[in-house]
């Protein structure tokens, strides 16, 4: 579980550098943007691991056909941290 939390971390931290990288590029920044986005990454690895304990369950039931009928489960998780 750990390792999932610190890749996922890393994987924000990777996309919030290149975001300001971007943006960067497009108008000035100071270097108190990298710890914006380091901030962002550890608030929404936070958030995921929150939400990892509430995972939503919705069963529906399709139909197939004219006569059957299965049951299909949709899960609803906004976190990439805990798998």
Same mark, same amino acid.
């Given at each position: @579980?750990?390792c *999932?939390?610190?890749?996922? %971390?890393?994987?924000? @931290?990777i996309? /919030? =550098?290149?975001?300001?990288? #971007? @943006?960067?590029m497009?108008?000035?920044? !100071?270097v108190?943007?990298? &710890? %914006?986005? &380091?901030v ?8 995921? #691991?929150i ?5 939503? $369950?919705?069963m529906e *039931?399709v139909?197939? /056909? !004219?006569?059957?009928? #299965?049951? $299909?489960?949709f899960?609803r &998780? =906004?976190?990439? /941290?805990?798998?």
């Amino acid at each position: @579980m750990i390792c *999932n939390v610190i890749l996922f %971390f890393l994987i924000y @931290m990777i996309i /919030g =550098f290149l975001v300001v990288d #971007i @943006m960067s590029m497009i108008i000035s920044m !100071d270097v108190y943007s990298y &710890i %914006f986005a &380091i901030v962002i990454s550890v608030l929404v690895t936070i958030y995921g #691991i929150i939400k990892a304990k509430h995972i939503c $369950v919705k069963m529906e *039931n399709v139909c197939i /056909g !004219d006569t059957k009928s #299965i049951q $299909v489960a949709f899960l609803r &998780i =906004f976190i990439l /941290g805990i798998l």
